[in-house]
Nanobody, 128 residues
């Protein structure tokens, strides 16, 4: 069992560079935080949830949606059980609820069905 809590969202100006955090609590003796892969997804009003970025064992093992490359950076800190999403030069179309997701199969996963655990999400609203 894994609990995920996102933070760092809010109302921001276009062009700003906020960082989202996902704090993970792992409640199983079979796996640790380091055994888990993580992903960030987002969902805008009236749209389907879309993949943003994924991370495997470390920061060298990452994958991005094509539209996110160059502006978003995913990273993890295994010492404090936290995954980050650095977002740069935000645009109004980046407005969405951002979700953190996890599974205990190390790899790079980009489908919602590939993740077993989800956070409640954090709202990011970008004003122009």
């Amino acid at each position: 069992q894994v609990q995920l809590v996102e933070s760092g969202g809010g109302l921001v100006q276009a062009g700003s560079s906020p960082r989202l955090s996902c704090s993970a609590s792992v409640y199983t003796s079979l796996h640790t935080f380091s055994d888990h892969a993580f992903g960030w997804f987002r969902q805008a009003p009236g749209k389907e949830r879309e993949f943003v970025a994924a991370i495997g064992w470390n920061d060298a093992n990452v994958y991005y949606a094509d539209s996110m490359k160059g502006r978003f950076t995913i990273s993890r800190d295994n010492t404090i059980n936290t995954v980050y999403l650095q977002m740069n030069n935000l645009k109004p179309e980046d407005t969405a609820v951002y979700y953190c997701a996890a599974n205990n199969r190390l790899g790079l996963w980009f489908r919602t069905s590939e993740y077993d655990y989800w956070g409640q999400g954090t709202q990011v609203t970008v004003s122009s």
